[in-house]
């Protein structure tokens, strides 16, 4: 799976217990655990037999990743959380994360703070 999404001048990334990409085109500093917006994933392209995940993020020569279990519940269109915490729910996309929004390489972050930037995320099976 694989799908972009845009920076804001408003991220922050500075969560401790998510991360999440959204649909929505604008951000307060209150969505602190977003690394990015209008992202344009499509439910239909998510693999219903995944298990464990790597998210691959990529801006420029900047690169990260994020090793996760995948939610079979995740039923959300416009909010992919992925959480350090086993908790689930419809807009959970992955648990028990290594990584979350305060994790994520700084450089990262502050290209994500540009509102032209646009981060590439590749979801893969993890072995």
Do not use: E, F, R
């Given at each position: 799976m694989h799908f972009t999404a845009k920076g804001h001048e408003n991220v922050l990334s500075i969560h401790r217990n998510t991360v999440e990409f959204t649909h929505e085109t604008h951000l307060?500093?209150?969505?602190?655990?977003?690394?990015?917006?209008?992202?344009?994933?499509?439910l239909k392209d998510i693999n219903p037999d995944w298990k464990k995940i790597k998210i691959h993020l990529k801006i420029d020569n900047i690169e990260d990743e994020i090793i996760a279990e995948y939610n079979s519940g995740f039923t959300n269109p416009h909010e992919m959380v992925i959480r350090k915490t086993n908790f689930t729910d419809q807009r959970t996309f992955a648990i028990n994360a290594d990584k979350v929004a305060k994790d994520i390489k700084r450089e990262l972050v502050e290209k994500m703070k540009n509102k032209e930037a646009v981060l590439d995320i590749t979801i893969t099976p993890y072995f």
């Open positions: 307060t500093k209150q969505g602190d655990c977003i690394l990015a917006i209008h992202a344009n994933y499509m």
